[in-house]
């Protein structure tokens, strides 16, 4: 429940002293007091109710606020009984603190306004309860479900259902990914005439990058949803971020031991047993053959969080852990599912690439290996996911077959290097044509695409074949190299793949 869902029921007939900007604050309890200071007794998002028995004199009223903004309550509800009205100088004090308050009307008591709250916060705190007794998210959704009177899921931004009480419609879940990365919440989803609409609300945590979060979706419209559905929905959110974080402990434990394994592994420092051990550990087994997985978004801890969703997306068995810049993935099964671990990563991101933002994503995949060439695998999908960064698009993935590609050594390549490199073949070409507002580096492009052919590039740059001789004779004198042999054209066509890479 929020503080606007009181002041807008008209049975109560409450009046706004304060903070009109801040009810949509969360009530999430309420506590009934005349003492001066009952922090003692708060824990945080109340609802203050207080008939100002504690007030003797007008300075009164600034300790009392003060202590209840220090509890960090919701608002302060005042009474009239006493009073007839609430006293200025309280008004004054919340004004000063930020203190949304509001007064109650004489003909309303307390014990009514306190009912009222706490029938709306009862869901919550039997969902709560049962998260609290180890209950997982089926069940949670099923309680959930029994409220609104309706199906619901959890969805995760990478595109897999995590949870929920019937079949959800593939059109309707690629319509709720489309709302969830770009439309702002909750909103309802319309994916065709012939579906019934959904309401698609988010689950509260801000821990996550939007790539990787969960959200909850029910049937219904949100415009016909009363008081007590947006309130099931609100704690149903908050309480699948319970889950979530849960899950996540799981996971990161899983992720810890084999996070420091895999690292020993690739310094020398430790035996392929002892990480076989490690793996075992977390669930793993390494008598089946297996495939790494690497992806860089941001900083480790959010391509850890990242790819572990996506793992889970792929229903495959898998730990997750940060490695290097990145994170490491291992997959583990028969190879007929490993051979179709491909084609699930590029659907998955493709799906997830509307959330990714301002982030770019990239993805590299190791050829099926067995556990006992475990170090292989993890440098071959680290070799891709420098491949797919090198790649112009926001989310690429790139496998291992893909490795046999002058990319892979330019993607292997430090990048100090790389720039150094384009700097000496191209530098002068790109002072010229700035100098001369000419187009000679453009020039130089289209003709090795055109393999130097004269008449092809000539008919692609809309010239005159004398003026392309003449253009490709001005970047030998400026460059002094010969393209008419073909070591200064690859070495060209080199530097030129690096121009063309995308900007951190």
């Not at 490709?472 to 042999?485: K, P, S, V, Y």
Request: proline share 5%.
């Amino acid at each position: 429940m929020r503080l606007s869902d009181l002041l807008a029921d008209p049975e109560l007939g409450l009046v706004l002293l304060n903070g009109a900007d801040q009810v949509d604050r969360p009530v999430r309890g309420v506590y009934i007091t005349d003492l001066l200071d009952p922090r003692r007794y708060l824990h945080g998002g109340e609802l203050v109710l207080s008939g100002l028995v504690w007030r003797n004199d007008p300075s009164d009223s600034e300790k009392f606020v003060a202590a209840l903004v220090d509890a960090g309550v919701a608002a302060l509800a005042a009474g009239t009984a006493r009073l007839g009205h609430a006293p200025p100088d309280l008004v004054e004090a919340c004004r000063q603190y930020g203190l949304p308050a509001f007064e109650v009307p004489l003909p309303v008591s307390f014990n009514a306004l306190a009912d009222r709250i706490q029938r709306r916060s009862a869901p919550r705190r039997e969902l709560v309860s049962a998260v609290a007794s180890g209950a997982d998210l089926d069940r949670v959704l099923r309680m959930a479900a029994d409220e609104l009177g309706t199906d619901c899921w959890v969805l995760s931004a990478a595109g897999w259902i995590v949870g929920g009480t019937g079949e959800l419609p593939e059109e309707t879940r690629c319509a709720a990914l489309r709302t969830f990365a770009t439309g702002r919440l909750p909103r309802t989803v319309r994916p065709g005439e012939s579906r019934d609409a959904c309401v698609l609300w988010p689950v509260e945590s801000e821990t996550e990058p939007p790539a990787a979060r969960w959200f909850v979706l029910a049937r219904g419209d949100v415009a016909d949803w009363g008081d007590e559905e947006a309130a099931i929905a609100t704690d149903l959110g908050t309480v699948v971020a319970l889950v979530r974080a849960r899950v996540d402990e799981a996971r990161r434990i899983a992720g810890r031991s084999v996070e420091a394994a895999l690292r020993r592994l690739l310094d020398g420092t430790s035996t392929q047993a002892e990480v076989a051990a490690r793996l075992e550990t977390a669930g793993l087994p390494t008598d089946e053959p297996l495939r790494a997985v690497a992806l860089g978004a941001g900083d480790p801890a959010e391509s850890t969080l990242l790819l572990r969703e996506v793992a889970a997306a792929t229903g495959m068995a898998s730990v997750t852990a940060p490695l290097g810049d990145g994170a490491t993935a291992l997959f583990v099964g028969d190879e007929t599912h490993l051979a179709e671990l491909d084609a699930l990563l590029r659907r998955i991101v493709a799906e997830t690439e509307p959330a990714l933002g301002q982030r770019r994503l990239a993805v590299g995949v190791s050829d099926i290996s067995p556990a006992t060439a475990l170090r292989g695998a993890l440098e071959e999908a680290g070799y891709a996911r420098r491949l797919a960064q090198q790649r112009r698009g926001r989310a690429e993935v790139v496998v291992a077959a893909e490795l046999a590609s002058h990319e892979v050594l330019l993607a292997s390549a430090p990048d100090e290097l790389r720039r150094s490199y384009r700097q000496r073949l191209l530098a002068d070409l790109i002072e010229y044509d700035s100098a001369h507002n000419s187009d000679l580096l453009r020039t130089l492009r289209v003709f090795l695409d055109c393999s130097g052919s004269w008449s092809r590039c000539a008919k692609r740059l809309h010239v005159h074949v004398n003026t392309l001789r003449y253009r490709i004779q001005r970047i030998e004198e400026i460059t002094g190299r010969d393209l008419a042999e073909f070591p200064s054209r690859v070495d060209f066509y080199l530097a030129l793949e690096l121009d063309r890479e995308p900007a951190d």
